[in-house]
């Protein structure tokens, strides 16, 4: 087995796979036939095959200590309530991606990722894949947000995996433009501060501006609204940090559901 010190360099070099920010919102979305499953199918069926993918989502959340799972059967996690029997048995038995978590904590020796093997796969990864890559026959491991990091220290991070990419490895991460739980419209109406904020992140992604995404305390309330807590905010920065300067922005799934859920994601190839 490679140690740390050549677990990156071990890996064989691939063509630039893309990356992807995807709104994940309902659980329920593993297991309905709607707008957004349909979608994640379609760009499952029209991306590469990846030699394995990185989810980094909003529901794996450390504190001081950023973690890469390196399991090699991660177990499915069904880390919410209230939702019917048949989502509970839903499992995505993909195999783990060892070698590809070594190399990605190789990669991160300046930001001190460490190693975990009791995590698996969240909803926030495992009701996205079991749509796009229902076969489940690709490695998949997880990568946890550092809660006491900054929005900076994210991006800076993010950006020491974009080598990754050039090693076959699908880099996805799994949140929300907008997601205040709190603030559900049940006739789906979207409110301003919730189409504002989506317009905001919208622009300044097709634009590349990431300075401007670093930049969402400047619109105060309507940041604080459109997340009262940064989880779901955090993993656009991982895509938009291994973004490369030639790169496209396609976004798809550009709607809200209830209100102040936006399901907006984006395809960088």
């Keep these: 087995m490679a140690s740390l010190s050549n677990a990156f360099s071990n890996l064989a070099s691939t063509p630039r796979m893309p990356a992807l920010f995807v709104g994940h919102g309902s659980p329920m979305n593993a297991i309905v036939d709607n707008e957004y499953s349909r979608t994640w199918r379609r760009v499952g069926e ?20 950023t973690l890469v799972h390196i399991g090699t059967n991660p177990k499915t996690i069904h880390d919410f309530g ?5 989502l509970f048995a839903q499992r995505y038995n993909a195999p783990g991606a060892p070698e590809f978590a070594r190399a990605t904590i ?24 079991i749509q796009m890559f229902p076969k489940a026959d690709i490695p998949v491991y997880q990568l946890s947000l550092d809660l006491s990091k900054g929005l900076a220290d994210h991006f800076k991070l993010a950006g020491e995996l974009k080598a990754l990419r050039e090693k076959g490895v699908l880099i996805i991460g799994s949140g929300n433009v907008v997601h205040n739980l709190r603030m559900l419209s049940m006739d789906g109406r979207t409110p301003d501060w919730s189409a504002e904020f989506d317009r905001y992140i919208a622009d300044a992604v097709a634009g590349k501006d990431t300075g401007k995404v670093l930049d969402v305390g400047s619109l105060g309330s309507t940041a604080a609204l459109a997340h009262p807590t940064i989880e779901h905010f955090l993993p656009i920065l991982y895509p938009l940090g291994v973004m490369a300067e030639d790169e496209k922005v396609t976004f798809f799934n550009e709607s809200f559901d209830l209100g102040s859920i936006s399901m907006r994601s984006f395809l960088l190839s």
């Excluded at 029209?46 to 001081?64: C, D, F, N, Q, Y």
């Design 82 to 86: 209230g939702f019917p029997p048949e």
């Design 106 to 129: 190789d990669l991160l020796e300046e930001s001190h990722a460490h190693s975990d093997e009791r995590w698996g796969l969240n909803h926030g990864a495992w009701s996205v894949l």
């Design 46 to 65: 029209e991306l590469p095959t990846p030699k394995a993918i990185l989810v980094v989502s909003a529901h794996w959340m450390t504190r001081g200590a």
